[in-house]
T-cell receptor, first 112, second 119 residues
Framework: GQQVMQIPQYQHVQEGEDFTTYCNSSTTLSNIQWYKQRPGGHPVFLIQLVKSGEVKKQKRLTFQFGEAKKNSSLHITATQTTDVGTYFCAGPGGSYGQNFVFGPGTRLSVLP | DAGVIQSPRHEVTEMGQEVTLRCKPISGHDYLFWYRQTMMRGLELLIYFNNNVPIDDSGMPEDRFSAKMPNASFSTLKIQPSEPRDSAVYFC?????????????????FGSGTQLSVL
C-alpha cells in the first residue's frame, strides 16, 4: 500500500532559525495536505497542494509540491516558539483516494 | 460551529473492561474517520464512514474493535475486551464529501481526542 515518509523525525532549532521538513510518497499523489499538531492537541489543517510544482505561502511558512507529485516540503522562516509542534503531511489513500494516509510527522522544538 | 466533539477526553480502565468512545461530527459532513495515535505507530486510520456506512475497516486491529454510526451526528468506537496495548489517543475526524481519485480531497477536522489508558 501507499507509504508516506517524513524526515527528519525530530528537529531542534534556536528561535529565529529556519526549519524544513520533507515528505516523500511511494506513489504519485493527486494532492497533499499538511497538518500541525501542538503538544497535547489535535492535528489542524494547514494547507493543501494540488498542482505539480505548486508553491504556497502562509506568512513565514512555505509549502512546495514536487514536480513529480511524489514529494513535498514545508519550510518555516525565522521560527518562533509558537511554531512548536508536530508537522504531518497526508496524502489520499485507499481504493478511491477517499481516506488520508499520514506521514509519521516531524516534531519541531524551538529553543528561546 | 462547535467542531468535532469527542467524549470522554480521558478514559482509564482496567484490562478486560469494555471501552466506548463517542464522536459527534460537524453537521453536514459526509465522512467520519477514526484514527489512533501512538508514539510507535503514529496516526493510524482505523475505519471510516461515508453517509453513516462503513467503507473501509481494514485498519481495525482485531475483532475486539468495533465501530458504528447509527446516524449522521453520532459514532462510537468500542473495544471489548480492552488490553494495555490499546492505550493510545483516539481521534475522530470528519470532512465534507471527498472526490474520486485524482481530485482534491476535503480537509479533515479533528476532534480533541480521547486519551485511553488500559491498566
Amino acid at each position: 500500500g501507499q507509504q508516506v515518509m517524513q524526515i527528519p523525525q525530530y528537529q531542534h532549532v534556536q528561535e529565529g532559525e529556519d526549519f524544513t521538513t520533507y515528505c516523500n510518497s511511494s506513489t504519485t499523489l493527486s494532492n497533499i495536505q499538511w497538518y500541525k499538531q501542538r503538544p497535547g492537541g489535535h492535528p489542524v489543517f494547514l494547507i493543501q497542494l494540488v498542482k505539480s510544482g505548486e508553491v504556497k505561502k502562509q506568512k513565514r511558512l512555505t509549502f512546495q509540491f514536487g514536480e513529480a507529485k511524489k514529494n513535498s516540503s514545508l519550510h518555516i522562516t525565522a521560527t518562533q516558539t509558537t511554531d512548536v509542534g508536530t508537522y504531518f503531511c497526508a496524502g489520499p489513500g485507499g481504493s478511491y483516494g477517499q481516506n488520508f494516509v499520514f506521514g509519521p510527522g516531524t516534531r519541531l522544538s524551538v529553543l528561546p | 460551529d462547535a467542531g468535532v466533539i469527542q467524549s470522554p477526553r480521558h478514559e482509564v480502565t482496567e484490562m478486560g473492561q469494555e471501552v466506548t468512545l463517542r464522536c459527534k461530527p460537524i453537521s453536514g459532513h459526509d465522512y467520519l474517520f477514526w484514527y489512533r495515535q501512538t508514539m510507535m505507530r503514529g496516526l493510524e486510520l482505523l475505519i471510516y464512514f461515508n453517509n453513516n456506512v462503513p467503507i473501509d475497516d481494514s485498519g481495525m486491529p482485531e475483532d475486539r474493535f468495533s465501530a458504528k454510526m447509527p446516524n449522521a451526528s453520532f459514532s462510537t468506537l468500542k473495544i471489548q475486551p480492552s488490553e494495555p496495548r490499546d492505550s493510545a489517543v483516539y481521534f475522530c475526524a470528519s470532512s465534507l464529501a471527498l472526490s474520486r481519485l485524482g481530485g482534491p480531497n476535503e480537509k479533515l477536522f479533528f476532534g480533541s481526542g480521547t486519551q485511553l489508558s488500559v491498566l
